[in-house]
């Protein structure tokens, strides 16, 4: 006999997530970030499963805020959260109006207007100068203050010390333009591992850019982000958009009510080492986070990283069989470091996953669903099937499997890494799955 659920869950459209998989015109990127799924998959679900005008969305690893801007395009309430500051103003810069479009350049000139008046003094070591020389950082710094002085309440103060509610759209649309400024300006930097950068070693490696060259390229991106709005604008329907709740926190420990949500869709960060703090390093210069301890913190505290944890992790059984199975064979690998230093960055990466799922199922409504999107990979040749592993974890934590689709990938993070190509010639291909949970009522158990 069928169940009878809240949601569609069995008949709802689940479409390839991947980004490339969007039909009809592809959609500017308003930031480059290669971790999201499409919004097509995004609204296709929304629209198919049976949401309830009051219901409250949530993506506890918010990234670009795919979840949280399609939830506002199609009205729904919605919450985001992400641990990395740099994603939750990228995700905030989602919520700006079509409307706001033709305000930009003229608001862009005023900022350079201030900027070259006020040349910043900045006392003591500016984190931009990892990479570019003094006089270059101050005036990127100085076109930050400007942005604060013309957008944001009080006196200036690093990102870094600032709450995050202080930020209109509007002021996060102004930072995503810096940051695709410095960005493509530290291009020199990077090396063939996408998610890496380097830092200049020496004075003569910092880079001096001329200030009318820094202020076009100011300009040249925000004429890139205006022309997103617009497209935004021409493919929206709604008239009337609701904004989101973005903000800084972790998935291991969610500040919600017990039971305050009712739909979650998310992907969690991958489990192949991307450094989510190095790969936003720039970006994250410019709030402030700089060569000490919080980058470092900052870094340790966000899952998937490269770092080790400085406790001893004991393996858990709710993290279930195909885990326990998992991490049994990266201990036995033969390879360097595979039973001291990857053993334990993944028994890390494990409890944190198995923490967050428990913080999810807590703050899930019961006859609430869950959707996850999730990416198998290898640790060297050793196959990780993550959907099977969080699927037990999610299950251990009380909630219920009510689908599973499969999705081939052909170019996936695991193999950014070229010591882990060697290992995984003429192994079978990674897969992403979207994994569908219920939490039942008490009623039904
Ligand atoms: C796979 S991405 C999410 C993609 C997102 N759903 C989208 O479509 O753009 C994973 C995100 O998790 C974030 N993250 C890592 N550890 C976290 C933690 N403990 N709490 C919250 N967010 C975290 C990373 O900063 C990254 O943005």
Avoid at 96 to 118: D, F, H, R
Avoid at 154 to 161: P, Q
Avoid at 267 to 277: F, G, K, L
Avoid at 355 to 378: L, N
Wanted: charged share 25%; glycine share 6%.
């Amino acid at each position: 006999m069928p169940t009878l659920t809240k949601y569609n869950l069995d008949t709802a459209e689940i479409l390839n997530p991947k980004r490339r998989g969007d039909s009809g015109i592809r959609q500017k990127e308003k930031y480059s970030y290669y971790a999201g799924y499409s919004k097509s998959f995004t609204s296709r679900l929304f629209q198919t499963v049976g949401l309830h005008p009051e219901d409250v969305i949530l993506d506890p690893w918010n990234g670009a805020g795919t979840t949280t801007s399609v939830s506002s395009e199609l009205e729904y309430r919605s919450i985001g959260f992400d641990l990395n500051p740099v994603m939750v103003i990228v995700a905030k810069s989602s919520e700006v109006g079509v409307q706001n479009a033709q305000s930009i350049t003229p608001l862009a000139k005023e900022m350079l207007t201030v900027a070259s008046k006020e040349l910043s003094e900045f006392e003591g070591f500016d984190p931009l100068e990892m990479w570019f020389e003094t006089e270059t950082a101050r005036f990127i710094r100085a076109i930050e203050k400007a942005l604060q002085k013309i957008l944001l309440p009080n006196d200036y103060r690093m990102l870094k010390v600032r709450p995050i509610e202080d930020i209109s759209a509007l002021a996060a649309l102004f930072y995503v333009a810096i940051f695709n400024m410095v960005r493509s300006l530290v291009s020199s930097f990077r090396g063939s591992n996408p998610t890496w950068i380097k830092m200049a070693r020496t004075s003569e490696e910092r880079l001096r850019i001329p200030n009318e060259v820094v202020s076009q390229q100011f300009l040249f991106h925000l004429q890139g982000l205006e022309g997103y709005l617009r497209q935004k604008g021409d493919h929206c329907s709604v008239s009337k958009e609701i904004s989101s709740r973005i903000e800084v926190a972790s998935s291991t420990k969610l500040p919600l009510e017990d039971s305050s949500v009712d739909f979650v869709l998310t992907s969690p960060p991958y489990c192949t080492r991307i450094d989510y703090a190095v790969k936003t390093r720039v970006e994250l210069a410019l709030l402030g986070y700089g060569d000490d301890d919080s980058f470092k913190t900052l870094r340790q505290s966000l899952i998937g990283t490269a770092t080790v944890p400085k406790t001893k992790i004991d393996v858990d059984s709710r993290w279930g069989v195909e885990c326990g199975k998992f991490l049994d064979k990266v201990y036995s690998h033969q390879s360097k470091a595979s039973k001291t230093y990857y053993y334990s960055n993944h028994l890390q990466y494990f409890k944190a996953m198995s923490d967050s799922i428990g913080e999810i199922k807590r703050v899930t409504r019961e006859e609430g669903s869950c959707v996850f999107v999730v990416q198998t990979s290898y640790y060297k040749e050793v196959f990780n099937d993550l959907p099977k592993i969080i699927i037990e974890m999610a299950e251990n934590s009380g909630l219920t499997l009510r689908r599973k689709e499969d999705f081939l990938v052909d170019q996936d993070m695991s193999r950014v890494n070229r010591g882990t190509r060697t290992y995984r010639l003429g192994m079978a291909r990674n897969y992403e799955s979207v994994v569908v949970f219920e939490k039942l009522s008490s009623r039904c158990m």
